[in-house]
């Protein structure tokens, strides 16, 4: 599991470190990553390091120094460094005399321009963690010129350290060198971001619990239910999904696949739409009405069942029925105009829900603004539940405060049907008993693969990335094995 660190406990981890180091030392950890890091993507993108320009953007701070002390190490490779001092008076001391002695040169913003639309490469050291809001000033009116592939150092500036939001002017880096520990920009916009690489300067045994985390493959097989030997289709769970209508019986038979395909527990199917999901799904158990579904270790309600009275007596039965509760699509909008609905929920029985923007903005009542995991958090305390936000990066919280990110590779995933196909994921997990935290970020992790190996950089339906949740668990299972 990755750890992703906010600005205010990485400043007091690196205040702690800083104390027990010699002056200088980490800024020169960092500032040897930032120039290995060019020189690479030099390599990468011009085939030579030697002879080649780089511009660098320098602030105010520390992120200018590092990027002025990695300047004075790539001058030793035979690269030609131009510094751009953003704000001459508070420049980086040391770093800019390290870059004069080793040959770089120094020009003013006015002068900039047409250096920036003709250098191999930008390192971009104009703010790094004390960043606040977008661009100002002459690094905003620069922005704009910059031809060249941008190392940005730490993250990229005039995106917020903390949410990625962007308001104004701001970087968009081809690759990001941070250092120590990832910070939540860097998963909350991939985007802005680019590749992120994570230089060791000594500050793990500092950092303490993280305030986001990221499951890795290994985490997700880890915790993804396979049978042993005195396993039967009862004993992996049986998971009830109440969805689709006689109209759209599309999201019924979605759904209903994916929990086929997550575990080899049993599925039963409850609604309108049993002869389809019967005729795609010879393996389900389908029956017209909840009340006739037999028992389920838990329930995947709402996608397609209907906003209506109807739908809310669904809704109203999945929750009063005591198990565990993956409330999708239709069940989101149910709660929120009629949030009595979720007095039927027992207390303490699990329950996650999974809304995109619009349908947290429906559910809470509010916008979800630029800090998203502030928003899913409140929301999963407040409901006692736990809140998958979906996304490109899809947040996932615990009404205890944990939260889990994933980030997809593509935006493939955003697609009619795919949210069902996710649903049904997250309701096999849960009937198999996994904690519905982890149920839900394993979830996206599997479905947000399956696009990836579905799609090979094509656009994909939800059938397709449904099809592919088989491949996306053995890839998982069996790394390597197939390759997206
Ligand atoms: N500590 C460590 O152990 C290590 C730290 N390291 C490095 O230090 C970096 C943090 O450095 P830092 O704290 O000196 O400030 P930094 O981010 O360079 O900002 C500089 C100034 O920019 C300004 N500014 C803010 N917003 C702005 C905007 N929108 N547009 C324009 N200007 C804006 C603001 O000044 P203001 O103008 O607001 O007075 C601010 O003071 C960190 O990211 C890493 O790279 C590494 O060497 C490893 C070891
Ligand atoms: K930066």
């Not at 702690?16 to 890091?37: I, K, N, Y």
């Not at 909350?188 to 619990?209: F, Q, T």
Request: aromatic share 4%; net charge neutral.
């Amino acid at each position: 599991m990755q750890g992703i660190w906010t600005t205010e406990h990485l400043r007091a981890a690196e205040a702690r470190l800083l104390a027990a180091t010699p002056e200088g030392a980490l800024m020169q950890r960092a500032a040897f990553g930032v120039a290995v890091q060019a020189a690479d993507l030099l390599a990468e993108h011009t085939g030579h390091v030697v002879g080649r320009r780089v511009a660098l953007l320098v602030g105010a701070g520390n992120n200018g120094g590092d990027a002025l002390w990695a300047g004075s190490f790539l001058r030793r490779r035979g690269v030609a460094v131009t510094a751009v001092l953003l704000n001459p008076e508070r420049t980086h001391a040391a770093g800019l005399a390290a870059l004069r002695r080793s040959g770089g040169r120094v020009i003013t913003p006015a002068r900039a321009s047409q250096l920036l639309e003709s250098v191999d490469l930008v390192i971009d050291g104009i703010i790094g963690l004390s960043a606040r809001g977008a661009l100002r000033g002459d690094a905003a009116a620069l922005v704009g010129h910059i031809g060249a592939p941008v190392l940005a150092v730490d993250l990229p500036s005039g995106v917020d350290p903390d949410t990625g939001a962007v308001t104004g002017p701001a970087i968009t880096a081809t690759r990001t060198v941070t250092f120590g520990a990832r910070k939540p920009v860097h998963v909350l916009n991939p985007e802005r971001c680019g590749e992120v690489v994570l230089i060791d300067i000594g500050l793990a045994p500092e950092l303490g619990e993280p305030d986001l985390r990221r499951l890795d493959g290994v985490d997700i097989a880890a915790a993804w239910p396979v049978p042993g030997p005195h396993d039967n289709k009862y004993t992996q769970g049986v998971t009830g999904v109440a969805a689709g209508s006689a109209t759209y019986p599309g999201a019924a038979v979605l759904a209903t696949g994916a929990a086929v395909l997550a575990t080899s527990g049993m599925v039963r199917y409850a609604g309108p739409a049993a002869d389809v999901v019967r005729a795609r799904w010879p393996e389900v158990i389908a029956t017209g009405s909840v009340t006739d579904a037999g028992r389920v270790q838990a329930w995947v309600v709402g996608p397609g069942i209907g906003t209506g009275q109807e739908g809310r007596g669904v809704l109203r039965q999945v929750l009063e029925a005591g198990v565990p509760v993956c409330a999708d699509a239709d069940a989101t909008t149910l709660m929120a105009r009629f949030p009595e609905v979720l007095d039927a929920r027992e207390p303490g029985t699990p329950l996650v829900l999974t809304p995109h923007a619009g349908e947290f903005a429906r559910l809470t009542g509010h916008e979800l603004g630029h800090d998203r995991v502030a928003a899913v958090r409140e929301a999963a305390r407040k409901y006692d539940a736990v809140v998958l936000l979906k996304g490109n990066t899809t947040l996932v919280a615990a009404p205890d405060g944990r939260v889990l990110v994933n980030v997809a590779q593509g935006s493939w995933l955003a697609t009619a049907g795919s949210g069902d196909v996710l649903s049904g994921l997250i309701g096999a997990l849960l009937a198999g008993g996994v904690d519905p935290w982890l149920a839900a970020g394993a979830a996206a992790g599997v479905h947000s693969l399956a696009a990836d190996l579905a799609a090979r950089g094509v656009p994909v339906s939800a059938s397709g990335v449904l099809a592919a949740i088989p491949d996306a668990l053995r890839h998982l299972r069996h790394p390597g094995f197939p390759r997206p």
